[in-house]
């Protein structure tokens, strides 16, 4: 059984920074490209950062370009987001997703995302 496990969310002030981490259990990690999405209130769920299996391509929505910075670690079969100089705007559920499929990752089609975690709050105040 496939389990993501999101954590490190929480309330900051905009301006501050978080780092949220996704623990992998039950795939081949090596295999599959990892990334994150958010959904902010009212509003669908977006890609916001992705890296291949290999960890040697990273894609980027152009709203955090910058800002975040994707990383995976395979001996801890982990991918973190460290997401600095917040915006309120950036206040959402954070997911962790995976996939054989960089592309199907990137291109932002909820559907065609193979696993999802249950998703971590990141609340950004003014």
């Known amino acids: 059984q496939v389990q993501l496990a999101e954590s490190g969310g929480g309330l900051v002030q905009a301006g501050g920074s978080l780092r949220l981490s996704c623990a992998a259990s039950?795939?081949?990690?090596?295999?599959?490209?990892m990334g994150w999405y958010r959904q902010g209130p009212g509003k669908e769920r977006e890609f916001v950062a992705a890296?291949?299996?290999?960890?040697?391509?990273?894609a980027y929505v152009d709203s955090v370009k910058g800002r975040f910075t994707i990383s995976r670690d395979v001996a801890k079969r982990s991918v973190d987001l460290q997401m600095n100089s917040l915006k309120p705007e950036d206040t959402a559920v954070y997911y962790c997703?995976?996939?054989?499929?960089?592309?199907?990752?990137?291109?932002?089609?909820?559907?065609?995302?193979?696993?999802w975690g249950q998703g971590t709050q990141v609340t950004v105040s003014s």
């Open positions: 890296i291949s299996s290999s960890g040697d391509r990273t």
């Open positions: 039950g795939l081949t990690f090596r295999a599959y490209a």
């Open positions: 997703a995976a996939d054989l499929s960089l592309p199907d990752l990137v291109g932002g089609l909820v559907s065609r995302v193979s696993y």
